[in-house]
């Protein structure tokens, strides 16, 4: 060990380099959790479609560490007053110039013999976050009604999507989905890979993710009760038609039917996935051991394709649509039961969820894909359910209107098959062995996630006065204009200006996830105020407004081409606490005066970049907006990051918005409105340039 200690307070490059090696075997300096490592990889072939373009596609530049920490400057400064950024910059350079380097040489080794230098690092933050995904990571989406209306009935509806989602399934698995570009150029598509028969599995320690894509069954959610539903022929991987589904779902609603909705929350496993992730995991260890068939069950449901919830109410105003697929109903009957549609739900999956009135949406686990990803298998998916064909073998829909599905991927015959006496496709009920400890655990689950479906506030918006085609003609970028007007929104509704953010798609790289564009800059800062100035000349409000959109598009390219500061610091962040934790560890086997046998001392700064208030500041999202650009979806959205926070998810369409606001601090009606007027002001002060 104190050989270890005294490489790590060397300074140069190649000493620090030689520390880090021995430091990793004693601490574990990288992240361990992530992927199963026994998954089978998708692997590369340039005879293939969706996986072609990914030994040609640029790893994703690391940036320098002076260059990072430049650009922090630059994002924190307008958060901060002269004199906190003046300690800010000084804590900056004590890193940029000591430990940071020692980080950067590190990073630099792992990012040699790693694909990307983030990736493993996003698997770990989510893995090991304990809270609840309910309401913060997971996201959701909705879907249009299908354009015919004799096929919105619950059994209809959700066997054309599970048709259609097995269909895109089946597409990645045989490397025949159309790949993912930008004006001809490929995105990375390693996410897809990890779309379907992926479950998140608590640890104590951390999460891991399992994965098996060559699974032919979903599981089916109905009044809290678990069902298996084969899917594929299991010899000949062809698809079940619609009418073989629809049978299956049937049969399962049926069967759940029988169950009293007041006795589901009593044997709904799936509310232990809202929960706090230690305590689910260890939920998960004492049904484990508390029988064989428990331990099966896992094992399917682990293992299934997807989720498909069959929930028993139906919603029709867009807001209880939406809260009904990011978080599910809380209705408590006199009795005490749970009867609301949040125990039908598991939330370490991607879910399908199909009301009984054909509203329809889905809910994404978030650790393994990203909202870019998610979206365009969302479209693939809806636009293959509302085929005439869907029922009758005909393809999916990919990418630029592509088949999505593999020639072996044809419908089965509806005719029903017959393999040693037992019906392919006849679903199977998952019995449980729930003892006293788990059936306490799962009214304490629900109990908890009650409150949190009460805490939070979702509400909706449709903006039919103008869309994109009014901003392009006024000179601004859509996504610019938007993100400028929840600036002046939120300046208008709170009398001050806060720290936003925008996620930006890095598939461009190699296994690419997202950075971050932190839209609050001081032109950003000077607009707001400026808008909210009655005082204010309608010319300066506009030149504002010019002057912010400008430097939110040029921040987004820079980021774009790689020159981001978030995510480097991220991961320089995450490498940090292990090595302090490492050194305080190692600390403790010397004298009171910190000196080792050589008289030496430890050197560890007290005061650095993540230790100084700007980092906790810049880190502390209050506006969170993220594009959501698709056609074929009613609403997408997201829990808030923290109880000041919002978060916005919005469609910017032709002649008209749509979006979500999120949050739980008891604004968002009053957001919604702030957002509303705002995009109405913005049109009277623009409008006269327009005629012009």
């Not at 096929?151 to 025949?176: E, G, K, P, W, Y």
């Amino acid at each position: 060990m104190s050989n270890t200690l005294d490489a790590e307070r060397e300074t140069s490059s190649t000493d620090a380099l030689a520390a880090f090696r021995r430091t990793v075997e004693a601490a574990g300096v990288f992240p361990r959790n992530g992927p199963d490592p026994s998954a089978r990889s998708w692997g590369h072939s340039s005879s293939g479609v969706t996986f072609a373009a990914q030994t040609k596609l640029p790893k994703l530049p690391l940036p320098s560490l002076e260059s990072c920490c430049q650009m922090y400057l630059e994002v924190v400064k307008p958060l901060q007053s002269a004199e906190e950024h003046e300690k800010t910059t000084a804590a900056v350079e004590t890193f940029r110039t000591g430990e940071g380097q020692i980080l950067q040489a590190q990073l630099q080794e792992y990012d040699r013999t790693h694909a990307n230098f983030m990736e493993n690092f996003w698997y770990e933050y989510f893995l090991n976050d304990d809270s609840s995904v309910v309401l913060n990571s997971n996201a959701f989406c909705t879907f249009a009604d299908d354009p015919d209306p004799s096929r919105n009935d619950q059994v209809t509806r959700a066997a054309s999507l599970v048709r259609s989602t097995v269909a895109f399934s089946q597409a990645i698995l045989t490397d025949r989905l159309p790949p993912d570009d930008i004006r001809g150029t490929p995105l990375c598509s390693h996410q897809y890979w990890w779309l379907f028969g992926t479950s998140r599995v608590p640890a104590e320690d951390g999460g891991r993710i399992r994965h098996n894509p060559d699974s032919k069954h979903i599981i089916v959610l109905c009044r809290g009760q678990l069902y298996s539903l084969d899917v594929l022929d299991v010899k000949i991987s062809h698809i079940f038609g619609e009418q073989e589904l629809s049978r299956g779902l049937q049969s399962i609603l049926d069967d759940a039917a029988a169950t009293p909705i007041d006795k589901g929350s009593k044997t709904a496993i799936g509310l232990l996935t809202t929960g706090n992730q230690k305590a689910w995991s260890r939920c998960r260890m004492t049904l484990i051991h508390g029988g064989l068939e428990n331990g099966r069950n896992f094992g399917v449901v682990d293992s299934a394709l997807f989720a498909l919830c069959l929930d028993d109410n139906s919603p029709e105003a867009a807001a209880d649509v939406c809260k009904n697929m990011i978080c599910g109903t809380n209705i408590v009957e006199k009795s005490g039961a749970q009867v609301g549609t949040c125990i039908n739900r598991w939330y370490d999956k991607l879910s399908i969820i199909v009301c009984r009135n054909g509203k329809a949406g889905m809910n994404f686990e978030h650790t393994c894909t990203d909202g870019s990803v998610d979206i365009r298998m969302a479209c693939d998916i809806y636009k293959g359910s509302i085929l005439p064909s869907a029922g009758d073998g005909g393809d999916g829909v990919g990418a630029n209107g592509a088949s999505s599905l593999p020639e072996n991927g044809e419908a089965a015959p509806d005719a029903r098959r017959v393999e040693n006496g037992t019906a392919v496709g006849r679903p199977e009920k998952l019995r449980w062995d729930i003892g006293s400890e788990v059936q306490e655990a799962l009214s304490l689950a629900e109990t908890h996630l009650a409150e949190r479906i009460e805490r939070h506030q979702l509400e909706p918006l449709e903006f039919h006065e103008y869309g994109k085609k009014f901003m392009t003609s006024v000179g601004f970028s859509p996504d610019a204009y938007f993100q400028m007007a929840l600036q002046a929104a939120y300046c208008s509704l709170h009398g001050r200006v806060e720290n936003g953010f925008e996620p930006v798609q890095m598939r461009q790289y190699l296994h690419g996830r997202t950075d971050v564009v932190r839209t609050t800059t001081f032109e950003a800062k000077e607009f707001a105020q400026a808008f909210c100035n009655r005082d204010a000349s309608a010319h300066d409000k506009i030149q504002a407004m010019h002057r912010a959109a400008g430097t939110h598009v040029a921040l987004s390219k820079r980021i774009a081409a790689g020159g981001g500061h978030h995510r480097h610091l991220f991961v320089l962040n995450q490498m940090w606490k292990r090595r302090r934790a490492f050194l305080e560890a190692a600390s403790l086997a010397v004298g009171p005066d910190g000196a080792q046998a050589n008289g030496t001392v430890l050197q560890t700064p007290a005061e650095t970049i993540f230790t100084d208030p700007g980092w906790n500041r810049l880190g502390s999202t209050i506006l969170m907006g993220s594009n959501v650009d698709n056609p074929h979806l009613t609403f997408a959205g997201f829990g808030p990051a923290g109880d000041d926070a919002f978060t916005v998810c919005y469609f910017i369409r032709a002649d008209y918005l749509a979006l979500t606001v999120c949050c739980r601090n008891g604004r968002a009606k009053p957001f919604v409105e702030a957002i509303r007027n705002t995009l109405v002001e913005l049109r009277k002060l623009l409008e006269p340039r327009e005629q012009a």
